[in-house]
Every structure is written in structure tokens, then in C-alpha cells.
């Protein structure tokens, strides 16, 4: 129940505005300023405003856990995993001074984990039993045309050698023709050339193997610079091994260098909180998107390789039995494309992305058949091509398959912006988006939760990109799934644009993190800086009263077409209960959430008995938040299960 103000403290507060209130006869502006303030502070506090609007908080981290965060995971232990890396910092990143911190929202207290590589920019979503995978991160940052020192590129390495392959390590010199050379950033391993028979008696035909590594030119400046294609050879390779190991390089240039991928692949254990390693994938991913699938494994796609382009299409699938890779079917999308499980081995992709790659290339929203590879696209958005940054969510309960779009950017640093919405009924024998109502603002990084009384929580976001000129957006609303509108809420305190994620907690709040702004002024001349606040939301059904109390009666294990019993005080009091997936964002992009509905039977001894749907598709395995709701939308305490395979 929320709790009431003391009556000093009322006595205070009143005094306080009754103080404002006279000053404010003297109508100076700041005085007018200022009263306008403290009035704001006292009425946000009264019940009956926390009753409609619902509360904001902020949570307080010490200095020493404090962190860029660019990843929030609920984990099933309650707490949140937040992941930085190198959280968008050379200097830390050059340092190798990756972070990651657990957070327990229940007690307030903290954690540093120590963290393995820099995981900034992966991805992540919840394994069968409840462990995080995570996969891709950095293994170099952007640097800007201008600030480029260093020619650099593509190398292609080759072998043509049928008896062994070879690994070069990070450091290995290339020299051209001419004698300019160049380094390798990363270590690269080149398979043995293959084999052909020509015939039952003719010779063996020997094609060379390739591998490709980015380069630097050894020395800064021009010298480095070359469009021709040129064989180079390898420093310290000599003797035949020299005829059959070389480097092939078309365009090495002082341009803009994209940011690189890493192969890298982690699962974090929420009860021993470490990271261990698992067998790296077979491409390098910066800004890949996981999604979980009905029979735990895990689908990676896109990102920025180990040259900073797109990966062409090559997808492929953890299985977390053998913590291996295998190829997934090929298909090419944009940076942290927002996929949602509908089907067994179907996807949605509703077009919200990150960026990167041609306008025109893997934009359009459509329904992927991973077993025959076959995209079927989805018609009828408005502002097609305002997608970048915007939000999209799986409305509640996933059983009606629609997933709403919301707000979003135009390609790269456009200053375009849409307040539009739009919903894909998915179970439509043609699905198609009908136009939704629209936001208060033009939007793009808007945070969406799905909250336990079927509505959807919205907030932050910017009109430009990277919030460019102050442009943040100080608002959140709640959309009605009923009623199909949205209502004002509270509004944060803490603007919040790229690099924000947020999460329903386990109690009913939402907790919102993270932000980048590109500036810290209107006038764009101050560098921003990152936001390592906390903002929590306690929505308005945490203020109306006594909340139904839950807990479990017997095992929090089951399969899917099981039944959970759970215990409450007055089962006539509940009207519906949910089945929510923790959440695991960022960039505006959750993996994981959505809430199902649960058949309910009532008994005599004043149990719930609850069963879980039988649809791998509607639950992939994993952990999970049972939560009750009364009739007035006033949600329980969450409980725990374990939906396994």
C-alpha cells in the first residue's frame, strides 16, 4: 500500500506552499519560477495525484558501482544485471576497464561483477535455465573522417596450403610490393585450402582458402593510402610457406572506420553471478539482436563484423546443450532489429531497428519463416521510413499476437521523427498495421514496458537524434490495450534518448536507466555527457490501496500445459493472472518480454490453480513472473516459476 504522508510532514509541506503562496504576490518571475516549482513538488507528492499519475523515484547508486548502463537484465533472482563495457568510452575501453554491476532493487544494495570482455553493444536474452546469454560486443570503436591517423582496411588472407590450416596473431605485419606494411588488429585463424578431384585419374585441383582481418598502416599519414589490388607479404613467413600464405588488399584509406564486432559469446549465472565463456560465433556482431525460440535455442542476427560492415545475412543459432553455434538461415537486417516468437520457427520483425546500413536494405516489416527462409512483409505502417530508434512491443496478452510500433527516427542522424503508432494484428489471415493513436510528440528512443494490468508503460525519449538541441522529451504515458488510447503519467525527472533501457521489476515499478545525449546544450557547442542515474516509476495501481497478496502452494516447476497452485487471501478478489517473461533491453529493443494470460480455476480450500499454456511458441522455457490482479487493475507481488522444456 502506498504510504501516507506524516502529518508533520504534512504540516510542512503546507506551510511551505502557503509560504510560495504569498511570495508569490510579488510577481517577479523568479519568484513566479519558484513557486511554480514548489507547488509542482507538493502536488505530485498527494495521494490522489499518485493515484492517477503514479510516482517517480530516484534510485541512489553509490559512486563506486555507478556505470554507463547500456544493458538491463531482470534476472530471476530479483536482481538486475546492468552491463556497461566499456559503456561508449575510449579511455575505458583503451584500459580495458569493462563494468558490469548487479543491482537488488529489494534491498538496495549493490555488486560489482567482474566482466570479461568489452560487451557493450551485444546482445542478450534468457537461456532455458534461467542463465543470460550473451554474445558480440566491441572490439574497436568509431573513428570519424578527420581523426583517422592511420590508412586501414581489409585484408584477405590466404592459404594455399591443403595440409594445415594457419592463425596469425593480433600484430602480424602485411608489407606491400613498395614496402609500406601494415598491422593486423586481431588475430586471425585461415582453414586449410581445399581439395578437388579433377577426375579418376587426374590431378588434384587446390583452391585457396581466405580469412579476412582489419589492418593498419604501420606509419600515420598518406603513405598508407592505396586503391590498387596488390598481393603483400607476411613478415617472419618464409621458405614455401611464403609462396602459400599471403595478403590480398584492394583499398586501404584514411575514411571513416564503423565500429567492429566481437565473436565473443558468455552465459552469466544469476545464482553464482560470474560469467563463463561458451564457443565463440562463427561472426563477429556489434549490435546484434537474440532472440529466444520455443525449443531454448537462441537465434543471433546482424551486427557490425570484424570490419565494421553488416553481416551479410549470416545468421546462425545457439543450442545451449552443447553451448555451440550452428548456421541459421540467411537473411540480411539492420543493427538490433525487434524480433518477436509468434510460430514454431516464425518470426515478426516489426521494422524498429538501430541503424547502420543502406536506407533501403532490410527496413520493411514482415513475418520470417526460418524453416523454409521465406519473408512475408507486412503492410500498411505509415512513415515506413521513420523506423530507427522506435519502439515496438508485443501487446498484452501475447495470446492476441499484436504487436504495436511506436514513435521512431529517420535513417542515420536525420532530425526527422514521427509521434505515429501503429498495431499488426498477426493473427489476421493478412496481417496488416492499422494506424494507432499517436504519441503527444514526435518520438524516437522511447522506453515501452509491459505492465501486469495489460497496459503498456512509455516514457523519455527525444524529438532529435541523440537528443540534439535539449530535445528530450520530460513525459510518460500508459496506453490502454482496451480502450486504445494512452493516458498522461507522471513525469520523470531524468531525460532520456540513446542508450536508455527499462524494466518492470518483480514489486510492479518500472526502473529506468542509462542515456547518451550527443551534447549538453541547446546550442549543440558542449559535449554530453552519459547518464548514470536511475529513475524508478511506481504506476498508479501502486497507490490505490491494499494489494492481493501471492504466494506459491507447491512447486514452481512445470512444463507447459502445467499447472501452478498458488495461495491468496481472497481468490474472489483476483480478476486475472499473468504469466511475464523478465525483461532484457537495450537501445529501446527488449528480447525477452511479454505477459500471457493464464486460465484460472479457483478451489475450495481458497487456492488459484493456474495453467500454463501448451503453445512453445506463446512460452519459450525459461523463468518467468506469475503476478495476480484484482478488479480495480491492482497487481500482486510476483512469484517466481520455471517454465522448463
Known amino acids: 500500500m502506498a504510504q501516507r504522508p506524516s502529518r508533520l510532514t504534512t504540516r510542512k509541506t503546507l506551510l511551505g506552499v502557503a509560504a510560495v503562496v504569498a511570495l508569490a504576490t510579488l510577481n517577479t518571475p523568479a519568484v513566479m519560477g519558484f513557486a511554480q516549482h514548489a507547488y509542482h513538488r507538493y502536488e505530485i507528492n498527494q495521494p490522489e495525484y499518485k493515484a492517477k499519475y503514479g510516482h517517480w523515484t530516484l534510485a541512489s547508486l553509490p559512486e563506486k558501482y555507478q556505470l554507463n548502463s547500456i544493458h538491463a537484465i531482470l534476472l530471476h533472482t530479483g536482481k538486475v544485471l546492468l552491463i556497461a563495457g566499456s559503456g561508449n568510452n575510449v579511455k575505458q575501453f583503451n584500459g580495458s576497464a569493462f563494468k558490469s554491476t548487479l543491482w537488488d532493487p529489494a534491498t538496495y544494495t549493490f555488486k560489482k561483477i567482474d566482466t570479461p570482455a568489452d560487451l557493450f553493444c551485444g546482445g542478450h536474452a534468457q537461456l532455458p535455465d534461467g542463465k543470460i546469454l550473451v554474445a558480440g560486443g566491441t572490439a574497436r570503436y568509431e573513428v570519424l573522417k578527420g581523426d583517422v591517423k592511420r590508412a586501414g582496411g581489409t585484408m584477405l588472407v590466404k592459404n594455399e596450403d591443403p595440409d594445415g590450416a594457419r592463425t596469425f596473431p593480433k600484430g602480424t605485419v602485411f608489407r606491400s610490393p613498395s614496402g609500406v606494411e601494415y598491422r593486423s588488429q586481431f588475430s586471425v585463424r585461415v582453414p586449410a585450402a581445399k581439395k578437388t578431384p579433377t577426375g579418376r585419374i587426374g590431378p588434384v585441383k587446390v583452391t585457396a582458402s581466405e580469412a579476412r582481418v582489419f589492418v593498419e598502416a604501420v606509419e600515420e599519414g598518406p603513405l ?8 603483400y607479404a607476411i613478415v617472419g613467413v618464409k621458405g614455401k610457406d611464403a609462396d602459400n600464405l599471403y595478403g590480398i588488399a584492394n583499398k586501404l584509406g584514411l575514411d571513416k572506420k564503423d565500429s567492429q564486432g566481437i565473436k565473443d559469446a558468455y552465459e552469466f549465472d544469476p545464482v553464482t553471478e560470474k560469467y563463463t565463456k561458451v564457443s565463440s560465433m562463427s561472426e563477429a556482431r556489434w549490435r546484434p539482436t537474440l532472440t529466444p525460440l520455443s525449443d531454448g535455442r537462441v537465434l543471433a542476427v546482424s551486427g557490425l563484423d570484424d570490419i565494421g560492415q553488416i553481416v551479410p545475412g549470416k545468421n546462425e543459432i545457439y543450442d545451449p546443450r552443447t553451448q555451440t553455434w550452428s548456421p541459421a538461415p540467411t537473411r540480411y537486417f539492420p543493427t538490433y532489429p525487434s524480433f518477436f516468437l509468434t510460430g514454431i520457427r516464425k518470426i515478426f520483425y516489426s521494422g524498429s531497428n538501430a541503424g547502420y546500413g543502406p536506407a533501403d536494405q532490410g527496413r520493411k516489416p514482415g513475418l520470417w519463416n526460418l524453416k523454409t527462409n521465406t519473408f512475408t512483409p507486412v503492410p500498411g505502417l505509415k512513415d515506413p521510413d521513420i523506423l530507427e530508434t522506435s519502439s515496438s512491443v508485443l501487446l498484452p496478452p501475447a495470446q492476441d499476437k499484436k504487436v504495436m510500433v511506436l514513435g521512431g527516427g529517420g535513417v542515420g542522424e536525420s532530425r526527422a521523427a514521427t509521434s505515429r503508432t501503429a498495431i499488426a494484428d498477426l493473427d489476421a489471415e493478412h496481417p496488416a498495421f492499422t494506424t494507432g493513436p499517436r504519441l503527444p510528440e ?13 497496459t503498456v508503460f512509455t516514457t523519455g525519449g527525444s524529438h532529435d537524434y541523440r537528443g540534439k538541441g535539449s530535445s528530450d522529451i520530460l513525459k510518460a504515458q500508459i496506453y490502454d490495450t482496451a ?28 526502473a529506468v536507466f542509462g542515456s547518451d545525449p550527443l551534447f549538453a546544450d541547446k546550442a ?8 548514470q542515474r536511475v529513475e524508478v516509476f511506481s504506476p498508479p495501481y501502486l497507490h490505490r490501496g491494499d494489494r492481493p497478496d ?8 512445470v512444463e507447459r500445459g502445467g499447472e501452478v497452485v498458488l495461495r491468496t487471501s481472497d481468490p474472489t478478489r483476483i480478476s486475472h493472472v499473468r504469466l511475464i517473461r523478465p525483461g532484457s533491453a537495450t537501445h529501446v529493443t527488449d ?17 488459484l490453480t493456474v495453467r500454463v499454456p501448451e503453445d512453445a511458441s506463446l ?20 512469484v517466481w516459476v520455471h517454465v522448463f522444456l
Open 224 to 231: 598508407g593510402i592505396t586503391n590498387t589490388t596488390e598481393q
Open 442 to 454: 514526435n518520438t524516437r528512443y522511447l522506453n515501452s514496458v509491459i505492465l501486469p494490468d495489460d
Open 483 to 510: 480502450k486504445n488510447t494512452f493516458a498522461p503519467a507522471a513525469d520523470p525527472r531524468v531525460g532520456r534518448n540513446h542508450h536508455t533501457e527499462a524494466l518492470l521489476l518483480p514489486d510492479g515499478r518500472v
Open 524 to 531: 549543440n557547442s558542449r559535449p554530453g555527457r552519459p547518464e
Open 550 to 557: 501471492l504466494t506459491p502452494s507447491g512447486r514452481t516447476e
Open 591 to 607: 528480447f525477452d518480454q511479454r505477459s500471457v494470460a493464464l486460465d484460472i480455476t479457483r478451489r475450495a480450500d481458497g487456492t
Open 619 to 638: 512460452v519459450p522455457p525459461g523463468w518467468y513472473m506469475v503476478v495476480a490482479v484484482d478488479e480495480h487493475g491492482v497487481p500482486s507481488p510476483a
